[in-house]
Nanobody
Framework: QVQLEESGGGLVQPGGSLRLSCAAS????????IGWFRQAPGKEREVVSCIERNVDSTYYPDSVKGRFTISGDSAKSTVYLQMNSLKPEDTGVYYC????????????????????WGQGTLVTVSS
């Protein structure tokens, strides 16, 4: 069974850091594009990063570029999202998602066409 499970969310002060983890099971990490999305209260889900199949190229929107870093550990079947210099507007539920067609599908952000989703982990940035 193909599954993703997120962890690492929590409460952090503005300017702080968190590292989220996305553990994959039932498939080979390198065969998929893996992305992170977030959904703030009352807003649509948006993609915040993606790491491409087997080549480790990455994608970030301008809103997080320079602050967030996505990386993968194939041996642990886990993808990480390191988030630094967090802002209150980074608050939301963070989801990881995977698609065998790669980041061209994941980064497009249309959740109807993305093959695998995790359940999400809550990140709250507040003083």
């Amino acid at each position: 069974q193909v599954q993703l499970e997120e962890s690492g969310g929590g409460l952090v002060q503005p300017g702080g850091s968190l590292r989220l983890s996305c553990a994959a099971s039932g498939f080979t990490l390198g065969d998929y594009g893996i992305g992170w999305f977030r959904q703030a209260p009352g807003k649509e889900r948006e993609v915040v990063s993606c790491i491409e199949r087997n080549v480790d190229s990455t994608y970030y929107p301008d809103s997080v570029k320079g602050r967030f870093t996505i990386s993968g550990d194939s041996a642990k079947s886990t993808v990480y999202l390191q988030m630094n210099s967090l802002k209150p507007e980074d608050t939301g539920v963070y989801y990881c998602a995977a698609d065998s067609r790669g980041c061209r599908v994941v980064a497009a952000g249309d959740e109807r066409y993305i093959e695998v989703w995790g359940q999400g982990t809550l990140v709250t940035v507040s003083s």
